[in-house]
């Protein structure tokens, strides 16, 4: 089977197959192979390997060749000779086909009835003892693509942080059930794509979608034998190639000019494309796990592992961890991203379990990582959105506001606050108030500023808002899991009675609860995010963990009821109102002082009676109502041209006590009056002045006044 053609010794980078319009480099970075072989397979049997060649060359531990006139289509594997020594770290085993990390488009899937570990499962040796047996039937194979598209005046929107709205969203879910998409389009780049998607995104008001993993990912054996999918995809086999599932045409590479495609449709319609990406740990699992790409490539480099070498460090809960600590790894994370912005036009990334690329040394957690600072000194990377989940399950992994600029960050303590303050928990009024004021007491001390907190109160992971006030417990039962997956602890409240209810009173009580939720997160200083869906009342019956459900649970239902197109509206109208508010996008932390010879304070705290708040009133244990007003005049930073900002002033009042409260309103100072704005009470009440004196809020509601200002908007 060895090739009669003519390879020549090619260049080390870039890494990958690369088409230069006459033929392919190949370049693969080993420190341990002794040799490394090209396998080419038939376009028509995928399984049939038809051609092998040996890379020629090593420069410092990147094999390369030069293949004249082999073409973009071209189906490809790797086989890495070298040692198999898995108490030394090393799992070479040149008998399974391997996925080249750098590969840009892949074509099949894997196939767990085939032998891809590298191990055979039943001998009482298990991994120490190496398996011969050929994978390459059972394994996806490399595609050689061509990087043309025409991109024509596509570029990156670069909408300033102040200003954007992240729309959570995955590609499937999102567009499988929407009557406007075209069939053969659903679940796919194309769908999402489509007029009826980015209308929708358009009168909704967001800035940027947030996709779910689209990068290449695996699913898991043990979920196809129980008739179950990887749906959200956080089983990364490969990160520079577009999940293939996701393309409307199945062909060899199909998946990437409609990825592009996409992302040109949606940049043309002003919304950017930030992926969640899984830089923290690849589908290969532990010691135990199938051996796919990186683990026989180089095992050591790429993972993290126990000092007898064996075994995976894994601060995941996944099996491994990539080790970005190691230069090759950091080299790889950084190509890839670059990649996806300069060759495939993203805005940004979402780091899943980022605080794993923080992990140097014996695997402790430092904000100066390699990795941080090849990407904060990177004139690319360093310019797009970079979020992070900053945490992972590791000792000390908790890391919120523990990343260095420009990183922002998941605000998993916004969503707990939020959550435990409208269901009526004692001792949550300082907390709240950092909350919606930008987290101050998380960012400021590193000079970094408010809007390095993502603020939300639901996404992927955890309840829909819909089911956060409809379930006080989690109900995983289709899982398979016995209930036993998914988050125990989600500061949920059912209203009264667990799940679906015909009572009219609950069912009110509960479309107030999500118009307070809803309405506190686009009145918080911060980045909002939420969840495709919750706009509409989105359900999964109670499944906090629907990460295997690739069904009409975890699919947006279109099919609108009024209850659902009120919320609908409300959120519209919530969105909008935020982006005509300069006093909502500070780029500032408050200070709690007049401004600029301000009318008023930037931040001012009330009590119900009409007085500020003092020291002694944030410590008792039943604050549950508490108003606070935002000076418009008092914005401390200029426009791009240094010219003052100013707006109008907002006055929120707050209400998460069960009873009614009245509300004495702060006078609005000379020239003007407040005018209610929203009352999420009675969602139909709006943009009527309120006279002096006293407002009566309704048990758990929330309400906005606004004095109009001089509004110069930056």
């Given at each position: 089977?060895?090739?009669?053609?003519?390879?020549?010794?090619?260049?080390?980078?870039?890494?990958?197959?690369?088409?230069?319009?006459?033929?392919?480099?190949?370049?693969?970075?080993?420190?341990?192979?002794?040799?490394?072989?090209?396998?080419?397979?038939?376009?028509?049997?995928?399984?049939?390997?038809?051609?092998?060649?040996?890379?020629?060359?090593?420069?410092?531990?990147?094999?390369?060749?030069?293949?004249?006139?082999?073409?973009?289509?071209?189906?490809?594997?790797?086989?890495?000779?070298?040692?198999?020594?898995?108490?030394?770290?090393?799992?070479?085993?040149?008998?399974?086909?391997?996925?080249?990390?750098?590969?840009?488009?892949?074509y099949g899937e894997v196939d767990w009835k085939q032998p891809v570990f590298g191990y055979p499962l039943e001998h009482p040796k298990k991994d120490l003892m190496r398996?011969?047996?050929?994978?390459?039937?059972?394994?996806?194979?490399?595609?050689?693509?061509?990087?043309?598209?025409?991109?024509?005046?596509?570029?990156?929107?670069?909408?300033?942080?102040?200003?954007?709205?992240?729309?959570?969203?995955?590609?499937?879910?999102?567009?499988?059930?929407?009557?406007?998409?075209?069939?053969?389009?659903?679940?796919?780049?194309?769908?999402?794509?489509?007029?009826?998607?980015?209308?929708?995104?358009?009168?909704?008001?967001?800035?940027?979608?947030?996709?779910?993993?689209?990068?290449?990912?695996?699913?898991?054996?043990?979920?196809?034998?129980?008739?179950?999918?990887?749906?959200?995809?956080?089983?990364?086999?490969?990160?520079?190639?577009?999940?293939?599932?996701?393309?409307?045409?199945?062909?060899?590479?199909?998946?990437?000019?409609?990825?592009?495609?996409?992302?040109?449709?949606?940049?043309?319609?002003?919304?950017?494309?930030?992926?969640?990406?899984?830089?923290?740990?690849?589908?290969?699992?532990?010691?135990?796990?199938?051996?796919?790409?990186?683990?026989?490539?180089?095992?050591?480099?790429?993972?993290?592992?126990?000092?007898?070498?064996?075994?995976?460090?894994?601060?995941?809960?996944?099996?491994?961890?990539?080790?970005?600590?190691?230069?090759?790894?950091?080299?790889?994370?950084?190509?890839?991203?670059?990649?996806?912005?300069?060759?495939?036009?993203?805005?940004?990334?979402?780091?899943?379990?980022?605080?794993?690329?923080?992990?140097?040394?014996?695997?402790?957690?430092?904000?100066?990582?390699?990795?941080?600072?090849?990407?904060?000194?990177?004139?690319?990377?360093?310019?797009?959105?970079?979020?992070?989940?900053?945490?992972?399950?590791?000792?000390?992994?908790?890391?919120?506001?523990?990343?260095?600029?420009?990183?922002?960050?998941?605000?998993?303590?916004?969503?707990?606050?939020?959550?435990?303050?409208?269901?009526?928990?004692?001792?949550?009024?300082?907390?709240?108030?950092?909350?919606?004021?930008?987290?101050?007491?998380?960012?400021?001390?590193?000079?970094?500023?408010?809007?390095?907190?993502?603020?939300?109160?639901?996404?992927?992971?955890?309840?829909?808002?819909?089911?956060?006030?409809?379930?006080?417990?989690?109900?995983?039962?289709?899982?398979?899991?016995?209930?036993?997956?998914?988050?125990?602890?989600?500061?949920?409240?059912?209203?009264?009675?667990?799940?679906?209810?015909?009572?009219?009173?609950?069912?009110?009580?509960?479309?107030?609860?999500?118009?307070?939720?809803?309405?506190?997160?686009?009145?918080?200083?911060?980045?909002?995010?939420?969840?495709?869906?919750?706009?509409?009342?989105?359900?999964?019956?109670?499944?906090?963990?629907?990460?295997?459900?690739?069904?009409?649970?975890?699919?947006?239902?279109?099919?609108?009821?009024?209850?659902?197109?009120?919320?609908?509206?409300?959120?519209?109208?919530?969105?909008?109102?935020?982006?005509?508010?300069?006093?909502?996008?500070?780029?500032?932390?408050?200070?709690?002082?007049?401004?600029?010879?301000?009318?008023?304070?930037?931040?001012?705290?009330?009590?119900?009676?009409?007085?500020?708040?003092?020291?002694?009133?944030?410590?008792?244990?039943?604050?549950?109502?508490?108003?606070?007003?935002?000076?418009?005049?008092?914005?401390?930073?200029?426009?791009?041209?240094?010219?003052?900002?100013?707006?109008?002033?907002?006055?929120?009042?707050?209400?998460?006590?069960?009873?009614?409260?009245?509300?004495?309103?702060?006078?609005?100072?000379?020239?003007?009056?407040?005018?209610?704005?929203?009352?999420?009470?009675?969602?139909?009440?709006?943009?009527?002045?309120?006279?002096?004196?006293?407002?009566?809020?309704?048990?758990?509601?929330?309400?906005?006044?606004?004095?109009?200002?001089?509004?110069?908007?930056?």
């Amino acid at each position: 089977m060895s090739s009669k053609r003519e390879i020549w010794p090619g260049k080390p980078w870039p890494r990958g197959a690369t088409f230069d319009g006459s033929g392919t480099n190949f370049a693969v970075y080993s420190q341990v192979a002794t040799r490394v072989e090209v396998c080419l397979f038939d376009r028509q049997d995928p399984t049939k390997e038809i051609e092998r060649f040996d890379l020629p060359m090593s420069t410092e531990f990147v094999w390369h060749g030069y293949v004249p006139d082999l073409e973009p289509g071209t189906l490809y594997g790797l086989r890495v000779h070298g040692p198999y020594e898995p108490e030394k770290g090393h799992r070479c085993n040149p008998h399974k086909l391997l996925v080249d990390p750098y590969a840009k488009a892949l074509y099949g899937e894997v196939d767990w009835k085939q032998p891809v570990f590298g191990y055979p499962l039943e001998h009482p040796k298990k991994d120490l003892m190496r398996d011969e047996r050929d994978s390459a039937a059972g394994m996806p194979k490399g595609v050689v693509v061509s990087d043309f598209f025409d991109w024509g005046n596509d570029r990156r929107l670069d909408i300033p942080w102040r200003k954007t709205v992240i729309y959570e969203a995955h590609v499937r879910g999102l567009t499988m059930r929407h009557p406007g998409v075209p069939e053969h389009q659903r679940g796919t780049y194309a769908g999402l794509g489509s007029p009826a998607i980015i209308e929708h995104l358009q009168k909704l008001g967001v800035t940027s979608v947030e996709l779910l993993p689209v990068q290449e990912f695996a699913d898991d054996s043990f979920l196809n034998d129980k008739g179950l999918s990887n749906f959200w995809g956080y089983s990364t086999l490969n990160y520079f190639s577009p999940e293939q599932r996701y393309a409307s045409r199945k062909t060899p590479g199909g998946a990437v000019a409609e990825f592009k495609s996409m992302v040109k449709s949606l940049h043309a319609a002003g919304i950017e494309v930030i992926l969640d990406v899984v830089y923290n740990h690849t589908c290969e699992g532990n010691h135990l796990g199938p051996t796919l790409s990186f683990k026989g490539i180089d095992n050591a480099s790429y993972y993290w592992t126990m000092p007898e070498a064996r075994h995976y460090l894994d601060f995941t809960g996944c099996g491994n961890s990539l080790n970005a600590s190691n230069p090759q790894t950091a080299r790889f994370i950084v190509d890839s991203l670059r990649y996806w912005v300069e060759e495939m036009h993203v805005d940004g990334f979402r780091f899943d379990l980022a605080t794993v690329l923080g992990r140097v040394g014996k695997g402790g957690y430092d904000p100066n990582a390699p990795i941080f600072q090849i990407i904060n000194q990177d004139p690319v990377l360093s310019r797009v959105k970079l979020i992070a989940e900053p945490w992972d399950v590791g000792l000390g992994g908790y890391q919120v506001g523990g990343f260095p600029s420009p990183w922002h960050e998941w605000n998993g303590k916004y969503r707990d606050a939020l959550r435990k303050y409208w269901k009526g928990d004692e001792n949550q009024a300082a907390e709240v108030g950092y909350r919606l004021t930008g987290s101050a007491d998380l960012f400021a001390a590193a000079r970094r500023r408010p809007q390095a907190s993502i603020n939300f109160v639901t996404a992927h992971d955890g309840f829909t808002l819909h089911d956060l006030v409809t379930y006080s417990s989690k109900h995983n039962e289709a899982n398979g899991e016995h209930n036993r997956d998914g988050a125990d602890d989600n500061q949920a409240w059912n209203c009264g009675v667990e799940g679906e209810t015909d009572n009219k009173d609950i069912i009110s009580l509960r479309e107030r609860q999500k118009r307070n939720l809803m309405a506190s997160l686009f009145l918080s200083t911060g980045v909002p995010m939420i969840v495709a869906g919750d706009e509409m009342g989105r359900t999964q019956q109670g499944n906090n963990n629907a990460y295997c459900q690739d069904n009409e649970l975890s699919w947006v239902d279109w099919n609108l009821d009024k209850t659902r197109l009120d919320l609908l509206e409300f959120t519209r109208k919530l969105i909008q109102f935020r982006h005509g508010q300069p006093v909502l996008q500070r780029r500032r932390f408050f200070q709690g002082e007049h401004l600029w010879e301000s009318e008023h304070k930037d931040l001012a705290w009330f009590k119900p009676d009409g007085t500020e708040m003092g020291a002694e009133d944030w410590q008792k244990p039943f604050v549950r109502s508490l108003a606070f007003l935002l000076g418009g005049d008092a914005i401390p930073t200029p426009d791009e041209r240094g010219q003052r900002v100013s707006g109008d002033s907002l006055l929120v009042l707050l209400n998460a006590h069960h009873e009614p409260v009245p509300f004495t309103v702060p006078p609005p100072g000379e020239g003007g009056a407040w005018r209610l704005e929203l009352y999420t009470a009675d969602d139909k009440r709006g943009d009527e002045e309120m006279k002096p004196g006293k407002f009566e809020m309704a048990g758990r509601s929330l309400a906005v006044f606004r004095k109009p200002g001089s509004n110069n908007t930056p």
